[in-house]
């Protein structure tokens, strides 16, 4: 049998392992994809496209709570006990992509949670 923290860190690995398969974004394709939701006179296709970036950093953070849930060691510290909205997240993330652009090429997976953790410390 596992111990805690073997069964949380096959959970963790777990969770990493089916988000694989989702489409992998970068920071740059987070930017202009959710980004373009705050334009005006957007197509369709920028409409649409921005939608999905909303699910997909919705998705991010509910990994996120959820990893912090099993674990007890969350990787940002929201304000309320209740949590975060999606588009506060969303903007949030946005604001701190667009103050990071020498990262902009990198996962958005990572950059979420450095965005996060960097505008919700934790108090240790």
Not at 22 to 40: K, P, T, Y
Not at 89 to 98: A, C, D, P, T
Not at 113 to 122: K, L, R, W
Request: hydrophobic share 40%; charged share 15%.
């Amino acid at each position: 049998m596992y111990k805690g923290g073997a069964v949380k860190t096959i959970t963790f690995f777990v969770l990493m392992l089916l988000s694989a398969n989702c489409l992998a974004m970068s920071g740059n394709d987070v930017l202009n994809n959710c980004g373009a939701l705050f334009q005006e006179n957007k197509t369709i296709e920028q409409t649409m496209d921005g939608l999905n970036c909303v699910g997909y950093v919705g998705g991010l953070n509910d990994m996120a709570v959820l990893y912090a849930g099993i674990t007890k060691v969350p990787f940002y510290c929201p304000p309320r006990k209740e949590g975060l909205e999606t588009g506060q997240v969303v903007r949030v993330f946005l604001m701190w992509l667009e103050s990071h652009p020498a990262e902009l090429h990198e996962s958005a997976r990572s950059l979420f949670i450095s965005a996060m953790g960097d505008s919700f410390p934790c108090e240790p």
